[in-house]
């Protein structure tokens, strides 16, 4: 066949996909005068409510515009996020900002903002209000109309990034009916709530109850369930976790450590966190909600828990209080504490209709799409028969309309809705939220990893949150205190890059086509006469001849493929291994502080380090399940091909589908594994939840996809000849002497095999983790790839997770090396 027929083709198919690329030029965007304005939120698409407040945006341009033809026409699209958690893991939004093509309007959780601003993400919204306040308008955000709290969370140093959009506190929420079965009541045989930590800690020991085997039945008060962490505790206890300057992290703050140390004791008292995180494994949502189910008597939750109960717990008899204090603090007149979270809309710094975006805030941010928003979910509610109670508005004139017209003004809502409603609203003038600085997310982990170490009895205290201050210590320092270095232009990189594949395509050419180069080469070599004779003798032109042009034609997009998002990728990671680079930012040459860093500094390094080292245990157990697998299913029995099939098939389910289903498997409490036990009169471990079983968790959960392997030994046991069976059989061995003499020595290049990609593999472990721990309990599987990812992923460190994958690929390349020399002594290959 001719070559200009392919190329025909393969330039036809080209053209078709062209055509049939979805434009962002369709539609609207042909009329003149339209405005596409992108939107990225965590839930996807807009739909529901916003879908309501986004036409009333979209339709009240249209009226400007009919009015004015010089005023745009917006049109708002979003599209599916792919993200498990934007805030969490911004990949995606780091990614698109860094590329040019960012979102022109993403919604944020307010903590975030500050963070990403201080990198240059966000630009600030000050202008706009300025400016829109100048020419009159009325309906431009301002401090004056939202929560000081809900505002302040989203500024940096001065700058206003965010317009708040949402706000939730936390109150202390208690089952009325259990305390009063405990005695716990007032005067008035009424049930009363503790007021302060010591009451608390009482009442969380008095309202556990165990059934007649000793297993947790009830817990009276679980001080990390609901949505109150370290951040609550700490604040309640008059600390603080940053400086007021920003530039100094007081996670070790005593009264912080007094925090800590009060919630160890709390759950030391009512059985350890470890119990207790096995009992709440079995924990359901709606219906079957544990404190609706009477199996948690009292939690500090958020306001939305108000619709939540009006929606599945009219029934029970519950009460809203303060959060407690210390007593020391209540008698230095403090009355009470708490916290709000919430998110905010904000403009990407490469955003490419900012003005749009600027118009599009100020419309959804507004009374009149903030009620439009609330009406349109009443009615979808009361469409469905329930109790409609509104969300908390950040907007103090619209947080006490809607109490006032949907739940004080609302015949139907139950007293004891209304009342915690009215708690959570008149809470929130004094709330906390988050310091706000460039290193929120890593104070956020943190401050949960010091808690699981203290919790957990890893550490004290004390030594856990000192750890944990001195992480985020040395990662603010670099941030406040740029590393010096000399900014790195990329202009260079790509011809060096163009130069380098034409060097070696050039090199192939001659090699494959001159015999003088190939003497020249192996001369400057210093190769052995006979070597070069045989190189010059080879056959020549071997790599361009006719007939592998359709070879190469075939092999064309994968080679383009390597050269475009393989090989230059690869070239461009080393440089930045020695580079200060977050993405976001022109990168700052270093040199090799970044390796510096990982064996000098980061404390965690060692850790994941060790954490996947031993992993390394659970490949020879692989091997021996898959190798025994294969040897029963290559029996010749009727239906043997079926049973391969289903052995196989596990190692073909979706990594997630597969985590999702081992998550249930391994639950403490209604767990197949532990039920099994349990009938055997055999207590179960905690599984995920123990730092001790964790791993070997994970190990045995690898163990189900023995399947793969099985394959490869069922090839290898195919190809040995039935001849030496029946020689060994002959000579009197026994089952055991020709497995062992025959058929491992016949093996032993397909366990050489499995043993490199094995190794391979679990050094590069981490979709178990991320799925099913999220690297705990207590770093137990914060494993490398893992710890990688968060550091380029989370943190922004691009640089420094550039210098762990290559000291990971110095790694595994040394542990091969290792295993390609050591197979010269036991793997044996036909001849």
Request: charge should be neutral.
């Amino acid at each position: 066949m001719s070559l200009w027929k392919p190329i025909l083709a393969g330039v036809f198919l080209l053209a078709v996909l062209v055509a049939l690329y979805p434009s962002r030029r369709s539609g609207l965007r042909d009329r003149a005068g339209v405005v596409e304005i992108v939107f990225m939120g965590p839930g996807g698409p807009i739909r529901g409510a916003m879908e309501d407040a986004v036409r009333d945006f979209e339709e009240a341009s249209r009226q400007v515009h009919a009015g004015d033809p010089s005023q745009p026409i917006y049109r708002v699209i979003s599209g599916q996020n792919a993200a498990r958690d934007q805030v969490s893991d911004p990949t995606r939004f780091l990614i698109s900002v860094a590329g040019g093509v960012s979102p022109d309007v993403i919604f944020f959780d307010r903590f975030a903002v500050a963070e990403w601003a201080a990198r240059g993400a966000f630009i600030p919204l000050d202008d706009c209000m300025e400016r829109d306040l100048a020419a009159g308008r009325t309906d431009v955000p301002h401090p004056g109309r939202y929560y000081k709290s809900c505002w302040d969370e989203a500024c940096y140093r001065g700058k206003v990034y965010g317009i708040p959009n949402s706000v939730d506190d936390r109150a202390l929420i208690y089952n009325k009916d259990l305390l009063k079965r405990a005695g716990l009541v007032d005067g008035r045989g009424e049930a009363h709530p503790p007021v302060d930590w010591e009451e608390l800690k009482e009442y969380a020991v008095k309202l556990t109850e165990r059934d007649e085997q000793g297993r947790l039945k009830v817990i009276g008060f679980a001080p990390n369930f609901g949505n109150c962490w370290l951040y609550m505790y700490g604040w309640m206890a008059g600390g603080e976790f940053m400086s007021p300057e920003g530039d100094r992290c007081t996670l070790n703050d005593p009264r912080i450590v007094e925090a800590l140390s009060y919630m160890v004791e709390v759950y030391d008292a009512i059985g350890g966190y470890a119990e207790v995180s096995a009992f709440q494994a079995g924990f359901q949502s709606g219906e079957l909600d544990p404190f609706i189910q009477g199996k948690v008597a009292m939690k500090i939750d958020g306001g939305w828990q108000m619709s939540f109960l009006a929606a599945y717990g009219q029934e029970v008899s519950f009460g809203v209080s303060a959060p407690p204090l210390p007593r020391r603090e209540i008698l230095r007149g403090r009355q009470t504490v708490t916290w709000n979270g919430g998110w905010a809309y904000a403009i990407p710094a490469t955003a490419r209709n900012k003005d749009a975006a600027w118009a599009f805030i100020r419309h959804v941010t507004s009374d009149r799409a903030i009620r439009l928003m609330v009406e349109s979910d009443r009615e979808i509610v009361e469409a469905q028969g329930r109790l409609f109670i509104p969300g908390q508005s950040p907007v103090v004139h619209l947080n006490e309309l809607f109490f006032a017209q949907y739940v004080a003004g609302n015949p139907l809502v139950p007293e004891k809705i209304r009342e915690g409603s009215r708690i959570f609203k008149e809470l929130l003038p004094d709330a906390r939220f988050r310091p706000i600085t460039p290193v929120g997310q890593l104070l956020w982990n943190e401050h949960r990893s010091a808690m699981e170490a203290a919790l957990y009895h890893e550490l004290t205290p004390k030594e856990a949150l000192d750890r944990g201050t001195a992480i985020v210590q040395r990662d603010l320092d670099r941030l406040l205190q740029p590393q010096r270095g000399r900014p790195v232009s990329w202009e260079w990189f790509f011809a060096a890059y163009a130069v380098l594949l034409l060097f070696t395509a050039t090199v192939v050419f001659l090699w494959d086509t001159r015999a003088r180069f190939r003497r020249g080469v192996g001369r400057l070599l210093r190769l052995e006469s006979g070597t070069v004779d045989r190189l010059v003798e080879g056959s020549r032109g071997g790599y361009f001849r006719r007939q592998w042009r359709g070879g190469y034609a075939c092999a064309a997009p994968w080679m383009i493929g390597f050269i475009v998002f393989g090989g230059g990728p690869m070239l461009f990671s080393i440089l930045m291994s020695f580079c200060d680079y977050d993405v976001l930012n022109p990168p700052r040459l270093i040199g090799f502080q970044n390796y510096t860093w990982m064996f000098t500094e980061d404390r965690l390094f060692p850790l994941a380090l060790w954490n996947t080292v031993y992993m390394v245990l659970g490949v020879p157990l692989a091997m021996a399940v898959s190798l025994g697998l294969a040897l029963l299913l290559n029996a010749r029995v009727r239906g043997i091909a079926v049973w391969r099939t289903f052995f196989y098939l596990p190692a073909v389910v979706p990594m997630v589908a597969a985590s999702i289903l081992w998550i249930w498997m391994f639950n403490p409490q209604g767990g197949l594994f532990n039920l099994a036990l349990g009938s055997l009169g055999v207590e179960g471990p905690l599984w995920l939840q123990d730092a001790r079983w964790s791993k070997p968790s994970i190990i045995v959960m690898g163990l189900w996809g023995a399947g793969s392997g099985m394959i490869i030994w069922l090839a290898g046991l195919k190809s040995i000849p039935e001849e030496l069976y029946e020689a060994a059989s002959l000579d009197g061995a026994s089952a055991w002497q020709q497995f062992r003499h025959v058929t491992l020595p016949q093996l032993s290049p397909y366990l050489f095999f499995n043993l490199v990609m094995g190794l391979i593999g679990t050094f590069q472990i981490f979709g178990q983790a991320f799925i099913m721990t999220q690297g705990g309990p207590v770093n137990s599987t914060l494993f490398y790839v893992y710890h990688l990812f968060n550091q380029a992923f989370r943190y922004g460190h691009m640089g420094y997770a550039s210098a762990m994958a290559w000291f990971l690929f110095l790694i595994v390349m040394g542990v091969t090396l290792v295993q390609v020399w050591l197979s010269r002594r036991w793997v044996h290959y036909e001849v």
